[in-house]
């Protein structure tokens, strides 16, 4: 054969070697009979690839290499393309046919509610039978809504920077560090009787800890009309205790100060642990403190456009990790915002 004759022929060889791999590449077959026939067009003894294997000895000497590992290549795909088109009926096969559509769904796991939200609920449900709805507001806030309506003397700590995280310092814009914010709004909007819970999220510049947080919850309740007296406040505060820790529960309140309360009291719970026997948990008083409250001061009302001599009101304000840690008995407050499953599975609400 002349040199020229045997380069034509393998040209010939690889341009057919190409097309057969490009026609491989595309190959479709849905059935495991097409799959068959597709094996043994290319790849049974009579096959196109053994076709072109059997050409190769003719292939001119130099030429042998390229063309060997190009058709070993060919005869490698081909293979292989092959053997996905089973492997790919074969799943469907078992995707399709094997459906029990009978069967139970794979179980779903279900989310449970976070413990702060449940005693948030747990609250506002049970101030919600004494007659208050609930109100809400911004956590950006600025300082009138925060401290200045709600009587905080210019110098008061709560206004440093230390115990505030502020935005901006003019304007003052901050984030609150009580809901007692809301009061506030509420009072500017609204003339009495107000009977209200604000339940929310507040922020103080604290360094965090198992007993401090940089924020945390608070729940409040305001009650403003004609005639409202303490002993409205102590019975509230009673079936609050009552309903929270149960009917055995004791309270005692104790003279306070907040500046937009006068009188002010804290209340103590008698310690739910050992029952007001002295434990470590109440370190051996027989009391945990749960709350503040007291009678919303006259200039509170007067800052908000509410008659003082007409009026009256109780507030009362709580931080919603304390009531949990009390009734769950959660020793470091930085679980709640770990987000740590093994913990919060451990929590079940009804709703
Ligand atoms: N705002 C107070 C605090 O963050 C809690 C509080 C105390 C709220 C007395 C009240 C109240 O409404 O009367 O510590």
Redesign the pocket.
């Known amino acids: 054969m002349y040199p020229f004759a045997r380069k034509k022929y393998n040209i010939h060889m690889i341009d057919k070697i190409n097309q057969l791999l490009a026609e491989i590449d595309s190959l479709k077959a849905g059935k495991a009979e097409e799959i068959e026939a597709l094996r043994i067009k290319y790849l049974s003894k009579k096959g196109e690839v053994s076709a072109l294997m059997n050409d190769f000895r003719n292939v001119a000497a130099d030429q042998k290499r390229e063309v060997g590992i190009r058709l070993n290549e060919l005869k490698e795909k081909a293979q292989e393309r092959i053997n996905q088109l089973k492997e790919s009926i074969e799943n469907n096969q078992s995707s399709d046919d094997n459906i029990d559509l009978t069967r139970t769904a794979a179980p779903v796991e279900l989310g449970t509610r976070h413990p702060i939200s449940i005693v948030k609920k747990e609250i506002c449900d049970i101030l919600r039978k004494l007659g208050f709805s609930i109100a809400e507001g911004p956590e950006i806030e600025d300082d009138w809504h925060v401290f200045s309506a709600l009587n905080f003397a210019d110098d008061h700590p709560a206004r440093d920077m230390q115990d505030t995280f502020f935005i901006s310092r003019s304007p003052e814009i901050l984030l609150r ?2 809901t ?1 914010s809301v009061q506030t709004r509420v009072m500017e909007k609204q003339q009495p009787p107000i009977r209200i819970i604000c339940p929310g999220r507040v922020y103080r510049n604290e360094a965090i800890s198992y007993r401090a947080h940089c924020f945390f919850h ?1 729940v ?1 309740a305001l009650y403003i009309d004609k005639n409202v007296s303490f002993a409205d406040l102590k019975q509230a505060l009673l079936f609050l205790a009552k309903e929270l820790f149960g009917a055995d529960t004791k309270i005692r309140l104790r003279p306070s100060y ?1 500046p ?2 006068e009188p ?1 009291a804290e209340m103590d719970i008698s310690c739910n642990i050992c029952g007001g026997k002295g434990c470590p948990f109440c370190k051996h008083t027989g009391w945990v403190e749960i709350l ?3 009678m919303v001061d006259p200039n509170v009302l007067e800052n908000c456009g509410i008659d003082s001599k007409v009026y009256t009101g109780y ?3 709580m931080g919603v990790e304390r009531i949990t840690n009390l009734k769950y008995r959660v020793k470091d407050l930085r679980m709640f915002s770990e987000n740590d499953k093994r913990f919060l599975e451990q929590f079940e609400s009804a709703h």
């Open positions: 560090t009580h007692s608070q409040e907040f937009f309360t002010s503040g409250c007291g507030a009362l304000g």
